[in-house]
């Protein structure tokens, strides 16, 4: 079992920048495969960004490629979503995620799920 907090969030203006970061308690951070997704209001959780347990490989989704990067610090059980170039169409609650596997990341189904931290981009 892993438990996961997110925090970071926040009211920025288009074009601006947040780092959002997720920290793990439980069994050990660096088995699992982390992930980031967001959901707007009425609409579906979209996946965001993914990174292997060692952070060596990471994948993005297109909404977001070339604008935000994933990164994670075993040692204090923590992953980063660093987002720049902010746009209103990035407000969203967004979510931290984890899953046990292989040294892959995954854009699904993850086991353990954040409470969420909330991201609205003022235009």
């Known amino acids: 079992q892993v438990q996961l907090v997110e925090s970071g969030g926040g009211l920025v203006q288009a074009g601006g920048s947040l780092r959002l970061s997720c920290a793990a308690s439980?069994?050990?951070?660096?088995?699992?495969?982390m992930g980031w997704f967001r959901q707007a209001p009425g609409k579906e959780r979209e996946f965001v960004a993914a990174?292997?347990?060692?952070?060596?490989?990471?994948y993005y989704g297109d909404s977001v490629k070339g604008r935000f990067t994933i990164s994670r610090d075993n040692a204090k059980n923590t992953v980063y979503l660093q987002m720049n170039s902010l746009k209103p169409e990035d407000t969203a609650v967004y979510y931290c995620?984890?899953?046990?596997?292989?040294?892959?990341?995954?854009?699904?189904?993850?086991?353990?799920w954040g409470q969420g931290t909330q991201v609205t981009v003022s235009s």
């Open positions: 995620a984890a899953r046990e596997g292989g040294n892959y990341y995954y854009t699904g189904p993850y086991d353990y």
């Open positions: 990174i292997s347990w060692s952070g060596g490989s990471t």
């Open positions: 439980g069994r050990t951070f660096s088995s699992y495969a």
